[in-house]
């Protein structure tokens, strides 16, 4: 098999289980925003995070939005374990020295101490991209949105990787999907509409 056709069938992969698990989950418009000072009284991760999209999905001014998602990512990066939370501020420390091959072997052990840690996937994909294994980071986003569909920054990356392997149809599915959890996004907004002008000038 080809790597080319590995990578699509990792894609189609990846928007299938992101597409099954957001149909599964109960749907966020049918709850109420929750104000800022009931969300920062709920006791669990889980209540904070839900409580959060909530939010993040009816707000529509752009500024509030960003501060919504800005405490979402707050709230995924603790583990919940000090060791894991220690080796993931050793592996930015590496990244920021330019020690990838280091801060890939730190990322390799967090996720191994702790495979249902979102962000421990997540930012290993984030490196794996910056380093062109564009194959590696589709399969750790793979697994992030297999643990977290509404991880906006993973659809974001799986959307750029589609756009930039020629695959628009499916970066625009990547980019709706985005678009759906985090509505106000204007950076989203003008992706999946020069990809609509693009396929639709293509078909013409």
Partial sequence: MSAMRVFVNLILASLAMTAAAMAAAAPLSAAEPAPQA????????KERVDALFADLKKEGDEDKARQVA???RLEWQDSGSATVNLLMQWA????????QTAALDLLDQAIALAPDYVEGWNRRATLHY?????RKSMSDINHVLALEPRHFGALAGMATMLEAAGKDELAMRAWQQFLDIYPSDR??????????????GSRT
């Fill in 38 to 45: 009931e969300v920062a009284a709920l006791t669990t991760p």
């Fill in 70 to 72: 800005d405490r979402i």
């Fill in 92 to 99: 930015s420390k590496a990244i920021a020295d330019e020690k």
């Fill in 130 to 134: 910056q380093l062109g294994n564009f």
């Fill in 187 to 200: 950076k989203a907004q003008e992706q999946l509409g020069e990809l609509a002008e693009k396929l639709a």
